[in-house]
C-alpha cells in the first residue's frame, strides 16, 4: 500500500464491482488492511487519469481475471478508520458497481487470496468487509 493511503490528506476514491453470475456474486478474502482476512468485492484506487467505471473493471479484471458488463452504480461505502490518538489512518469511498459476468472463471491474486462465486446463504456465513453485504443486496436489486 502506498504511503499517500495511509494517513491520507483527502479521502481516496475507490470503485468495486458486484459481479453477478446465475444468482452467485464474486467474493475475495483481501490480504491488506483495511479489510485484512475479510470477503469484500474486487476493487481499488481510481487512478489519475480513468474514469470510475474503467478503474472498477480495471480493478475487476487485476485482481480475479473476471470480465464483466457494468449494469449501473449500487450504491458506496466509507471507510474510514482512526488510529489510537484519534487521527484519521485511512478514509476511503468506494462506488460500488453491479455487473453481469461475461467470462472467466476467477482467480486469486495479490489482493484476493480466495476468489468465489457466493450464493445468499453463502454470503451470510462469511466474514466480510463492513458495508458489503448491503451493497450486494443493493447491486442485486439493480438486475
Not at 494517513?7 to 483481501?30: C, D, H, M, N, Q
Not at 467505471?53 to 450504491?75: F, P, S, Y
Request: with cysteine; net charge negative; glycine share 8%.
Amino acid at each position: 500500500m502506498s504511503s499517500d493511503r495511509l494517513y491520507p490528506t483527502r479521502p481516496i476514491l475507490a470503485a468495486s464491482v458486484a459481479v453477478f453470475r446465475e444468482k452467485r456474486v464474486l467474493v475475495g478474502r483481501r490480504t491488506k488492511p483495511p479489510a485484512l482476512h475479510l470477503y469484500a468485492l474486487p476493487g481499488g484506487v481510481v487512478e489519475l487519469g480513468e474514469t470510475i467505471e474503467e478503474a472498477a473493471l480495471r480493478e475487476l479484471w487485476e485482481e480475479t481475471k473476471i470480465k464483466a458488463d457494468l449494469i449501473g452504480l449500487a450504491g458506496f461505502n466509507n471507510i474510514l478508520t482512526r488510529d489510537k490518538e484519534g487521527r484519521v489512518d485511512r478514509h476511503f469511498i468506494i462506488a460500488c458497481f453491479a455487473a453481469r459476468w461475461i467470462e472467466g472463471e476467477g482467480s486469486s491474486s495479490g489482493e484476493l487470496d480466495d476468489v468465489r462465486w457466493a450464493g445468499h446463504e453463502d454470503i451470510k456465513s462469511l466474514p466480510l468487509a463492513h458495508g458489503v453485504e448491503n451493497l450486494i443486496e443493493k447491486a442485486r436489486a439493480l438486475l
